[in-house]
């Protein structure tokens, strides 16, 4: 997927005019100033934290949040998808490096929490996201993630970057996160 988060349109829409149609975001306010006007057949997904006062604008415009990582934000997506009526594909994001400053389940919490939003929410997540710590090698976050995707039978796998996503397809991803390698570094935001 294209990550146009902080990018200006100049940079996007000519990735956009190339074809892409999987493109990510990190705000919910930032994706819909930005795709208020969104081209068909394009898929939206919501890559970034997601607080609960915002899931109704999340659910009306992605088509898939790759963030669920808290029970009560798992509780608030499943009564607005129920309200709205609307299916939004999930993605269970997983701490791999438990991570203190990142969001996410911690590893041994997984499967607890799948089976919570399985069984009690009715939500059915199509997959598990990581995102591994910078002074670690990725691998390893990989293949954990598989691991715990496999065990809970989930096939879809949202890992890697531009830097390192070659060996997150090594180890089965099925999507990876690619910004500053199609449009460069982000804009610094004041």
Excluded at 85 to 96: A, P
Excluded at 150 to 159: D, E, F, I, P, V
Excluded at 176 to 185: C, D, I, K, P, T
Aim: charged share 25%.
């Amino acid at each position: 997927m294209a990550v146009s988060k902080q990018q200006d349109w100049s940079a996007i829409a000519p990735v956009l005019d190339d074809g892409q149609k999987i493109f990510a975001e990190n705000r919910v306010q930032e994706a819909q100033t930005r795709w208020a006007e969104r081209p068909q057949g394009l898929e939206l997904r919501l890559i970034g934290p997601l607080q609960t006062n915002k899931v109704a604008d999340a659910v009306a415009l992605f088509d898939v949040i790759e963030t669920l990582d808290r029970p009560k934000l798992a509780k608030a997506l499943a009564d607005e998808i129920q309200r709205l009526g609307k299916s939004v594909r999930l993605y269970v994001q997983i701490n791999t490096g438990e991570e203190p400053q990142k969001a996410g389940i911690a590893p041994k919490d997984a499967d607890a929490f799948i089976a919570h939003c399985r069984k009690a929410l009715n939500l059915e997540p199509e997959g598990l996201m990581c995102i591994p710590p910078q002074d670690q090698p990725p691998a390893l976050h990989f293949a954990l993630l598989a691991k715990i995707a496999a065990r809970n039978g989930l096939a879809k796998l949202s890992m890697g970057m531009s830097a390192d996503f070659e060996i997150a397809i090594a180890h089965g991803a099925t999507s990876v996160r690619v910004g500053s390698a199609l449009f460069g570094e982000r804009l610094v935001r004041p």
